[in-house]
């Protein structure tokens, strides 16, 4: 494998218009560890592209010149480690080069996910990463970009860059690297004297002690750790508990928490954190009848092993019981008395599917009819009916490990899913693949009218006035003609798996 060295944005040029393959970016600013490794060997594993990693001291993320000063440089031990860990390239650019004032356009970082954590004493600090960041990612035009989550505020803020300057780069962060006595990998563990490494094993025990404690009681104590740190002279600049995705400090109803701190080892100042999460994940996908929700959803749940919650099969239910027990639901006394006395629970039957009953009657088939199909939404208008189900809804994803389909799903009934989809697909699509499973029934329905009867449905939904059918704010919206149920299925869970931390994956 040809192992090459570019100095210059020129020798980058070059290289690239040699290039048939995508280029895998794995920024870092030298003296090599194993958290870097790991970076180049993820990339490396990662199908066919070509890895390159930069190794340049940012002098704009240093608020401290003498830290800049000291900061370990080992360039001739880096090359060999980043070559023999897979490395296809290594940019060594001078400060000249990166710095150029012509070329070099300033960013600022996020000003709320700076503005805690290393953004409160580290002032500028994440508007230089912002800056070469932004810089690099222009000379290289990476496909993907490698970056470690022991820097986790740096990872939230460089995503945030990029989606607002739409920015065409993948990023994948991975998990923190930790020693053997569970210090996490740094370039600065290099200046640390024996006495001051103790401080930080002491340091990130407490974090993992914390940890294993909100396992069982979901809380975090920070002043009992801060005593604990106090006890031992430990020089801590901060202790947080936030939210792992806003790094806010309001965290009652947030499920994956950070609790993050920095301590002072001599004058070497290091970091490192743990997640938390309060309940297993909830993945909610909403979006238009015949968009692929049921099958995608239902694989996503056989592969991760989660809860599999059809609502609409709620709501066609219920449609179902109305009117076959000729409930007048229109008064609103009559349903509130009839609500009461509903029992809606899923089964998993002998073909491993799921059977939905309502008052013990086995509904699964007769839901599907045309008749329910063309009731079903004015009935899920109704305001009762949907505060009912939402209810039931909640109890059932009330512990998470869900993934839950239907048309409310990430804007009402779960608010706080991890992530949160919006399938469609065109009406040709979506109507063509309602006809076969309506086929596959026994039932045979004219295309036309098929699609009107969608049509109407889609209509219905998105403009009722509770809980109308729309892509959630933070929705990721994924149109699924000429896929496979299976790659969009495989595709929400790299994007679940993405979004995560990666210390959670081993949590649920
Ligand atoms: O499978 P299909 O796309 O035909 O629809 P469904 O998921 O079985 O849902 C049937 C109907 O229930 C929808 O058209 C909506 O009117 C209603 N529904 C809802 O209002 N809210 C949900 N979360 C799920 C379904």
Not at 83 to 95: C, H, K, V, Y
Not at 426 to 454: H, P, Y
Request: glycine content about 4%.
């Amino acid at each position: 494998m040809q192992q090459t060295i570019l100095k210059t944005i020129n020798d980058i040029n070059k290289w690239k218009n040699n290039l048939e393959d995508n280029i895998n970016f794995v920024p870092t600013m030298g003296n090599l560890h194993k958290g870097h490794l790991e970076l180049i060997h993820q990339s490396n594993k990662d199908g066919s592209n070509e890895t390159l990693v930069s190794i340049f001291i940012n002098p704009l993320q240093f608020n401290d010149k003498k830290d800049f000063k000291n900061y370990p440089k080992t360039i001739e031990k880096d090359i060999k480690l980043a070559f023999s860990s897979g490395a296809n390239a290594i940019f060594l650019p001078s400060e000249k080069e990166i710095l150029n004032i012509k070329s070099l356009i300033y960013q600022k970082a996020c000003k709320k996910l700076s503005s805690n954590l290393c953004g409160k004493s580290r002032e500028g600090h994440f508007d230089g990463v912002c800056t070469i960041v932004f810089r690099m990612l222009k000379i290289i035009n990476p496909q993907k970009m490698f970056l470690g989550e022991k820097d986790w505020q740096q990872v939230i803020i460089l995503k945030n860059m990029i989606k607002k300057l739409n920015l065409k780069v993948e990023i994948k962060s991975i998990n923190t690297q930790r020693d053997a006595d569970g210090v996490p990998f740094s370039s600065r563990n290099n200046l640390l004297t024996t006495s001051e490494r103790k401080d930080l094993q002491f340091f990130s025990k407490e974090l993992k002690k914390a940890k294993k404690n909100f396992l069982v009681n979901k809380v975090i104590n920070l002043e009992e750790i801060n005593n604990s740190f106090k006890n031992k002279n430990l020089k801590v600049e901060y202790l947080q508990h936030l939210s792992a995705f806003s790094l806010n400090e309001s965290i009652d109803k947030e499920n994956i928490t950070i609790l993050a701190g920095a301590i002072l080892c001599g004058s070497t100042r290091l970091i490192d954190h743990v997640f938390l999460m309060k309940r297993k994940p909830i993945i909610a996908i909403d979006g238009p009848a015949g968009s692929g929700k049921s099958t995608v959803t239902k694989l996503i749940a056989k592969k991760l092993d989660f809860i599999y919650l059809d609502t609409g099969a709620m709501y066609r239910a219920l449609s179902w019981f109305l009117i076959d027990q000729k409930i007048s639901y229109e008064n609103d006394n009559i349903l509130e008395e009839c609500l009461k006395k509903l029992n809606i629970v899923f089964k998993t039957n002998l073909n491993s599917d799921q059977d939905i009953f309502i008052n013990d009657i086995c509904v699964t088939n007769k839901i599907r009819s045309q008749k329910i199909s063309s009731i079903v939404s004015s009935i899920a208008s109704i305001g009762k009916v949907r505060e009912f189900l939402v209810k039931e809804q909640r109890k059932i994803g009330d512990k998470g490990g869900i993934v839950a389909e239907g048309r409310d799903i990430g804007t009402t009934v779960f608010p706080k899913a991890e992530i949160k989809i919006y399938l469609n697909a065109s009406i040709d699509e979506r109507a063509k693949r309602r006809k076969i499973e309506l086929e596959i029934q026994g039932q045979d329905i004219n295309f036309d009218k098929l699609k009107d009867q969608i049509k109407q449905r889609d209509l219905d939904d998105s403009t009722r006035n509770i809980s109308p059918l729309v892509k959630a704010e933070d929705a990721i919206e994924i149109i699924t003609d000429n896929y496979t149920a299976e790659q969009i299925a495989d595709k929400i869970i790299q994007i679940f798996y993405e979004k995560l931390p990666k210390e959670i994956k081993n949590d649920f």
